[in-house]
């Protein structure tokens, strides 16, 4: 079983649909992120969580760390949102380096 | 303004012939992260170096070698590149060790022909 799962793998939406992105992850963490990345493009840091919820424009992320779970959400979903999503978590005790889940490929359709 | 820079964007090599890929950053950080990213899978992180200090992964392939000369720029060295080399190279950066958020560049889409 990964670490960290994401769901769905794939999502389809219509222009100004409310996104809901789930991550689920089994261990102890000391921070969590949310990327972006569009196809063929380079990666993009969307949020970086430890508690709580952040908000930036039409994107809020939150975690609870009880049970080990976060949700990206996108309000007022544009095409320009289509992206691969990913979420990445960094273990307690692993240095550096992050776990990432498997991506949520988003597609929003004018 | 780019934060994290990477050349060349696209690069094509031949098998066996030697590449370089460089990345610099204008954040003064003192963390900077090679990954590399194959088709529809998640980024692999290969090596990392604070400061100057180099941290190999344990899979990571003796392939590929590393060069920091200092804090903004670090390059990644393929020595003799195979077919399966063949992939988007992310570098990131990141302030410090821990659980500080890590900034990526737009990445070098290498083909190995």
């Known amino acids: 079983k990964n670490e960290v799962e994401q769901s769905p793998q794939n999502l389809t939406a219509q222009e100004g649909e409310f996104i809901t992105i789930n991550c689920s992850y089994s261990?102890?963490?000391?921070?969590l992120h949310w990327l972006q990345q569009h196809p063929g493009g380079g990666i993009v840091s969307l949020f970086m969580?430890?508690?709580g919820k952040k908000k930036h424009g039409r994107l809020i992320a939150t975690i609870n760390i009880q049970e080990k779970h976060s949700s990206l959400h996108i309000t007022a979903s544009h095409p320009r949102d289509s992206a691969v999503y990913i979420c990445?978590?960094?273990?307690?005790?692993?240095?550096?380096?992050?776990?990432f889940g498997g991506g949520t490929r988003l597609m929003v359709k004018p | 303004d780019a934060m994290v820079i990477q050349n060349p964007r696209y690069q094509v090599t031949q098998f066996g012939k030697p590449v370089t890929l460089s990345c610099s950053q204008t954040?003064?950080?003192?963390?900077m992260y090679w990954y590399q990213q194959k088709s529809s899978q998640a980024p692999k992180l290969l090596f990392h170096?604070?400061?100057?200090?180099?941290?190999n992964e344990a899979d990571t392939p003796d392939n590929f070698q590393s060069r920091r000369p200092n804090t903004s720029f670090c390059f990644l060295d393929i020595r003799s590149p195979g077919l399966g080399d063949a992939a988007m190279y992310l570098c990131?950066?990141?302030?410090?060790?821990?659980?500080?958020?890590?900034?990526f560049g737009p990445g070098t889409r290498l083909t190995v022909t």
């Open positions: 170096y604070y400061d100057k200090d180099f941290n």
């Open positions: 969580l430890s508690s």
């Open positions: 261990v102890g963490i000391s921070a």
């Open positions: 954040l003064n950080h003192n963390v």
């Open positions: 990131a950066t990141s302030r410090a060790r821990g659980a500080y958020e890590q900034y």
């Open positions: 990445a978590v960094r273990l307690n005790n692993a240095g550096n380096m992050l776990t």
